[in-house]
């Protein structure tokens, strides 16, 4: 009787393991399913999902007169004009009869992420430039390099104006290597007989079948599927293929220059690179190859580079991170990718470094 209860106890205490093994396990899997979930449906909010439309060549773009008055909190405004652009009236084709016009492209930083039309660093060229000064704000969230040139190629061509401010971010670049932005389907561009080209054009509309055709490495948030994959590619595979899609990035950049520099002299303006500074790039980022390889190009080209990444460093570290929208905001709690972004004083910081650089070489 005591072997037979004993075994019992042992079949008991075995099936409770057991039990709670598949207990754990169970619960693992759901918890890493819903993880995998959020990755492939992100939750949070974008600002560009108020003001954008889907567009098959560009992936997204401004929708035209769209006016929210408080879009990133009380008076901080966006309003897009029906040309696609942001700024509170038209551009007419035709310059300014007196003064001049400058076109401002770029990413969220120049779009002004997290102020009102007023405080963009683009608007507060005109108002504190001391000549006459239109300018033209073509900057829009989650862009890259490419999507940039793109949109300026695209819809800038019927503007007459004398002055091209090119302004990216460090991430602009490596956005380029991806077929997909937050959710939405992006363009990929390379040389096709030597000029730019879109590569995938025309894109889906935003939708999971077509998120996950276009990029299936979604399926990697699910833990089995991520470690089917790893298991079937090997490192060295993976090295290889960065360092080959960078050298054609590489390649891809430099043409995208050549051919703005080709578009802006046959409308007699001039054209300039800006590098604007990120928070996180105060210490070291004047390191980085990226920066090496731009001065290295444009000079090549004969594109003036201009970098306020070194102009900025010479503030103390507080003043420099002042300039940007901290992580714990109003404006962050509706919008969590504005943290990082130009706050009203960083944009008049910017303003501020353009208008001296402008006046220096001669071209205000």
């Known amino acids: 009787m005591r072997g037979v209860r004993l075994r019992r106890l042992l079949s008991g205490t075995l099936a409770g393991i057991a039990s709670a093994a598949i207990f754990f396990f169970l619960v693992e899997g759901i918890f890493s399913t819903l993880v995998a979930l959020s990755m492939i449906f992100p939750r949070h909010r974008i600002a560009e999902r108020f003001h954008t439309h889907f567009d ?3 992936g997204w773009v401004n929708t035209p007169a769209v006016s929210i008055p408080d879009l990133y909190g009380p008076g901080k405004h966006l309003k897009i004009n029906s040309q ?14 007196h003064g001049k016009r400058l076109i401002c492209s770029g990413d969220s930083f120049t779009l002004g992420y997290g102020v009102g039309n007023l405080h963009t660093w683009c608007h507060l060229l005109s108002v504190r430039s001391r000549v006459p000064l239109e300018t033209v704000n073509m900057g829009q969230g989650g862009y890259g390099v490419d999507q940039v040139y793109l949109w300026f190629r695209r819809d800038a061509g019927p503007l007459s104006y004398d002055i091209h401010l090119f302004a990216f971010v ?7 290597l991806d077929d997909e932005f937050s959710g939405y389907a992006k363009p990929v561009v390379g040389i096709v007989d030597g000029r730019i080209a879109v590569l995938n054009a025309p894109l889906p509309r935003p939708g999971l079948l077509s998120d996950l055709r276009r990029s299936p490495f979604k399926l990697l948030a699910f833990r089995s599927v991520s470690s089917l994959f790893s298991f079937s590619r090997s490192l060295g595979e993976k090295e290889a293929s960065l360092a080959l899609r960078s050298q054609q990035q590489a390649q891809v950049v430099a043409r995208i220059f050549e051919e703005l520099r080709g578009i802006n002299a046959s ?14 790039e105060y210490r070291d980022g004047h390191l980085s190859p990226e920066r090496a390889f731009l001065r290295g190009e444009l000079e090549r080209q004969a594109i003036p580079y201009w970098d306020l990444l070194p102009e900025f460093q010479a503030l103390q570290e507080a003043e420099f991170s002042a300039l940007f929208i901290p992580t714990h ?9 504005a943290g990082g972004h130009y706050n009203e004083a960083g944009n008049a910081a910017v303003a501020g470094s353009l208008l001296r650089r402008l006046e220096t070489a001669g071209l205000l």
């Open 170 to 176: 460090a991430g602009d670049f490596e956005r380029m």
């Open 329 to 337: 905001d109003p404006v962050t709690e509706q919008f969590p990718g």
């Open 56 to 58: 098959e060549v560009l």
């Open 84 to 97: 696609g652009f942001r700024a509170d009236q038209e551009v007419y084709a035709p310059a300014p009869p």
């Open 267 to 280: 409308k007699g303006a001039a054209l300039v690179a800006v590098h604007l500074p990120l928070r996180r």
